[in-house]
């Protein structure tokens, strides 16, 4: 974690940061995926359905995108959209995949 964030994790939590962190992950395979298929925005929210000015917010960071707006987009880019949410350290694992 770089100084910046362990420093804004001291006044707004670690938890947090970190799910900024993992909404700007999200966001970059979005943009990256869209890219190599040489898709605009606009091609991307035609297909899943969405306005564009949501694909231009989830890929700048400015939003957190529902999970139904996430599904739209993986079927939109033919990418698995999958939940990992490892519990009881790592023995339980709850997949969601499209």
Known sequence: MSDFFKRYSDIRG?????????????????????????MTQQELADLAGIPKSTIGRIEAGSTSPKVETLLKISKAIETPFIIDGTLDNGNNNLYVQT
């Open 14 to 38: 670690v938890d947090y940061v970190e799910s900024l962190q993992l909404e700007g992950r999200i966001a970059a395979q979005i943009k990256t995926k869209r890219q190599k298929l040489n």
